[in-house]
């Protein structure tokens, strides 16, 4: 089966950097639909970022100029490089693909949590200020 393994959480302080990796393993991430979502108490699901079939990458307004969604796909791996964190950039990140129903396109921007069926664990980030 399809599994998705987040790493790459920590606590860090305002300013610094984080990058999370996501490996995906029994699914080829190659033209996946593939995204990151974070939640943090009190607060709704966030779709931060997606990338799509050819690659194009979206940001949400909340990380854009901050994050960077790419792939390794030699490593088939998603990654979100994330720099000048702050402290409402803490939550639990999570990556997820939309495996099933196939369809030719993906979901579009901002991902949302129905449209995405296979989830990893999740990756604490804590930022302190």
């Known amino acids: 089966q399809v599994q998705l393994v987040e790493s790459g959480g920590g606590s860090v302080q305002s300013g610094g950097s984080l990058r999370l990796s996501c490996a995906a393993s029994?699914?080829?991430?190659?033209?996946?639909?593939m995204a990151w979502f974070r939640r943090n108490p009190g607060k709704s699901t966030e779709g931060v970022a997606s990338?799509?079939?050819?690659?194009?990458?979206s940001l949400a307004d909340s990380v854009k100029g901050r994050s960077t969604i790419s792939q390794d796909i030699a490593k088939n791996t998603l990654y979100l490089q994330m720099n000048s964190l702050k402290s409402e950039d803490t939550a639990i990140y999570y990556c997820?693909?939309?495996?099933?129903?196939?369809?030719?396109?993906?979901?579009?921007?901002?991902?949302?949590?129905?449209?995405?069926?296979?989830w990893g664990q999740g990756t604490q980030v804590t930022v302190s200020s």
């Open positions: 029994a699914y080829d991430i190659r033209g996946a639909c």
């Open positions: 997820a693909v939309k495996a099933s129903p196939y369809q030719a396109w993906c979901p579009r921007f901002p991902p949302e949590e129905g449209d995405y069926d296979v």
């Open positions: 990338i799509d079939r050819s690659g194009t990458a």
